[in-house]
């Protein structure tokens, strides 16, 4: 175990990643995630969308899934060991953003407010977990500097993760990690790439040259002896999923303005106890001023119950406490550092051969409905995931 923790000293090439997301692809599917089964069908895109933290390090490659020219979905993988889990997300369809158009797009107005300065390449970056943004590097007369925008368009100052607010302001996600979480980190990711470097050269040879993920089906044995348990509330659970009445209980909603995540995360909550309105509506509810709003919004969610949801704000979350929300049929805002999602499922895998003194669970994933990225067309914004709680 090495002395020190930076992410740096500890980056995965891109070909381990791709390796990994493969293996993960294929085991995921056999374990009947939903929506991860027909991935199978397609290829990993070879060439990740590297995603980068405001500090300049990579921090996630994105590999997309394709089947011919169908994008199945997106998987995330850490770009450095010391963030734990090689995969982090599995992201559920294509995307609806355009990263080379926003930053063309944003050049000659970041030119114009630097001028006598160099503007650099622009980069890709997570800006506060798991917003995405633009980066532009400026060097000038005052030295270096940057500027960091939502794909809005709107610059977003930067700010300290612990301030409560939810929705407008970027903090680097690796500076935020103390020393114990990236030991931990590290020991989780060396444990897990055992698998992969057990596999013989042979096989990881054709993981880069298969045209189906299907098609090492035979030559990558399955997990043994477990059981994968999942439970969802995007369908009414009057009804299957398959019935002729069934409909969706819960659904996205893409956030209408740059700092509106909490606003459209409590109108997708509102919505499955069938309580619609619009976020212009929701958000004075909920505190909103310019830049987001306080982490706190329970008054809000009753206030537009007419008092018939009992809202609470628990700043300790726990794995156990999300999956006990979930069994109750109650979907859950989960806030983070500057940011709002909503929670609507959950999945692990479990050991049938539960180990003496564990839990024998593993694999533990969130389903996360998140209103970001922003796009001028809200009916497209946003994103859905498997996001890894481990």
Known sequence: MPATYGEKEHLVSKSEAFEHATISVLQTARSELPGIQPWTRGAIAKAPTVIHDINGTPLFY???VKEGRATLGTIRTAASKILGDPD???????????????????????????????????????YGYPKLGVMFPITGPRGKSRVIFDFSGVQVPEGDPAKG?????????????????????????????TFRASLSPAVRQQITTVKAVSMLERRIAPWQLTKNVTRELAFCTHYLATH????HCFALHGQQQWDYCAVATAQMILDYYR????????????????GGCPSDQS??????????????????????????????GEPFKTGIPGHARACAGYSYTQSILVPIGGSGVT????????????????????????????
């Open 88 to 126: 982090v997300a599995y992201e559920l369809g294509a995307r609806s953003w355009n990263f080379k158009a926003i930053a063309e797009k944003l050049l000659p107005k970041v030119q114009r407010a630097n001028r006598g300065a160099t503007v650099g390449k622009p980069l890709l970056v997570c």
């Open 299 to 328: 008054p809000g969610y009753e206030s537009l119950s007419h008092g018939h949801l009992e809202a609470t704000f628990d700043g300790s979350p726990t794995w156990a406490k999300a999956k006990a929300r979930i069994d109750a």
């Open 244 to 247: 002729a009445r069934g409909h």
């Open 165 to 193: 607010i939810e929705g407008a302001f970027a903090w680097s996600f690796y500076d935020s990690l103390k020393t114990n979480t990236r030991k931990a980190g590290l020991a989780r990711y060396e444990t897990i790439d």
């Open 363 to 390: 694999n533990r994933r969130l389903m996360i409905y998140d209103p970001s990225p922003w796009n001028a067309d809200d009916t497209v914004g946003g994103s859905v995931s498997w996001e890894s709680w481990d």
């Open 62 to 64: 994105d590999y997309e």
């Open 275 to 290: 309580y619609h309105y619009t976020q212009a509506t929701i958000a004075p509810a909920l505190g909103y001023a310019p």
